[in-house]
């Protein structure tokens, strides 16, 4: 069992950053691949970055390339996503995830955050 909580989203400007923490709990945090999805009104969730469980390898949705980096600390239970150059499509409630594979949809992960707003103003 994880519980996972997310923090650090808020309202930025276009071309500004933000950083999001997903704080988890759980003896096994290491031994998941962790997720950073997002959903925005009307729109069905989507996965932004990936890392596997030893965080040697990860993926990035092709809009966010260059933009976002995905990290984490297994010794803090601690998983990050950096978000530079923001864009007002990057609008949406940002949540945290955790899966046993390397899933590309919701689907493919076990269990969640609440999430966390991010609101880039244009």
């Known amino acids: 069992q994880v519980q996972l909580v997310e923090s650090g989203g808020g309202l930025v400007q276009a071309g500004g950053s933000l950083r999001l923490f997903c704080a988890a709990s759980?003896?096994?945090?290491?031994?998941?691949?962790m997720g950073w999805f997002r959903q925005a009104p009307g729109k069905e969730r989507e996965l932004v970055a990936r890392?596997?469980?030893?965080?040697?390898?990860?993926y990035y949705q092709d809009s966010v390339k260059g933009r976002f980096t995905i990290s984490r600390d297994n010794a803090k239970n601690l998983v990050y996503l950096q978000m530079n150059s923001l864009k007002p499509e990057d609008t949406a409630v940002y949540y945290c995830?955790?899966?046993?594979?390397?899933?590309?949809?919701?689907?493919?992960?076990?269990?969640w955050g609440q999430g966390t707003q991010v609101t880039v103003s244009s």
């Open positions: 995830a955790a899966g046993y594979g390397l899933s590309y949809t919701s689907n493919g992960y076990n269990y």
């Open positions: 759980g003896r096994t945090f290491g031994s998941f691949t």
């Open positions: 890392i596997t469980s030893s965080g040697s390898n990860t």
